[in-house]
């Protein structure tokens, strides 16, 4: 299984560039490996990662084990806050 991160390079909000810094940062921490898909280059990736949210609203950041849903920034907060980063990336 690989983590799959999609981000947006180009959001104009403060807020959602710092949620996805957290993420990266944290698996980088844990030198966790992991895919970041810039939604940003393509409107197929933005559709593809709202696609498999199942949400055609969805923004990012989004993360994905292979398959499988993760979650978004607040459900990864959230894990974090409970000491179990390790369940919510499905490891």
């Known amino acids: 299984m690989s983590i799959t991160v999609y981000y947006s390079s180009a959001s104009g909000s403060r807020e959602v560039k710092q949620q996805q810094a957290e993420i990266l940062q944290f698996l980088d921490s844990k030198s966790i ?29 989004q993360v994905f084990n292979g398959s499988k849903y993760c979650g978004d920034y607040q459900a990864f907060f959230e894990a974090v806050e409970d000491g179990k980063p390790e369940k919510f990336f499905k490891l």
């Open 33 to 61: 490996k992991y895919f970041a898909k810039d939604i940003t280059q393509s409107t197929d990736l933005r559709d593809e990662m709202r696609q498999k949210v199942g949400n055609p609203k969805a923004m990012p950041p």
